[in-house]
């Protein structure tokens, strides 16, 4: 007898990532791509702060979350702040994740500057199982040119994003992000061909997440 695994497809729940998951089945998502807060107390030029980033208490709950609902030979990247590498390497590995790879993205900006130039964010490659081999290997090291942060504060561009959607996973899959932001995620997986899921905690970004991706199906539709 086949079991149906089923999570959610195409909406964005308002809410604590670590209590939606639950309603999510062992199994259920293609992909997880997500960009959770770096704990870092980030604050931008107009004040603006993201929610959890002054504290790493969701980190081993959220992750053992994330394997659970991701498929077993499946792959998940998670973006993390450089300086907190400790913890997100613990938490990831106390959730049973593989560590498969590191991306860079390199920035034509610097977004600090103190005992360097920081251009680039970073991101691991984590896998759940052994999966199989991506159809095209793609680079470690991706452009990441300025979102303008209109939507978000720390707002990711969609163009870095596509390359691993399109290595990870396949058209028709879900793709997931549990701290959906503005959408980034989601809105580059409709793009091309994924079904999508997002949580996000505050209420502000899920509308503007909420808002995005629909008008992005609209404009598809059109
Ligand atoms: C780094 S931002 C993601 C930005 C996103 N990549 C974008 O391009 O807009 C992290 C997001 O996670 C949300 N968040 C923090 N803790 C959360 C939780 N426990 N559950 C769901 N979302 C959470 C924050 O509100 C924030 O919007």
Known sequence: MTTTVNAPRNMIFNGDCIDVMQAFDTGSVDMILTDPPYVTNYRDRQGRSVANDDNGRWLKPAFAEMHRVLKDGEFAVSFYGWNKVDLFMEAWRAAGFRIVGHLVFRKRYASSSRFLRYEHEQAYLLAK?????????????????????????????VEALRPLIQAFSRPGDLVFDPFSGSGSTLAAAQALGRDWVGIELDNGHYRTATRRLAEANRRAAA
């Open 129 to 157: 199982g052994t999966p199989r081999m991506p159809a095209r290997v793609i680079p470690d090291v991706i452009d990441f040119p300025y979102s303008g942060n209109r939507l978000h504060p720390t707002q990711k561009p």
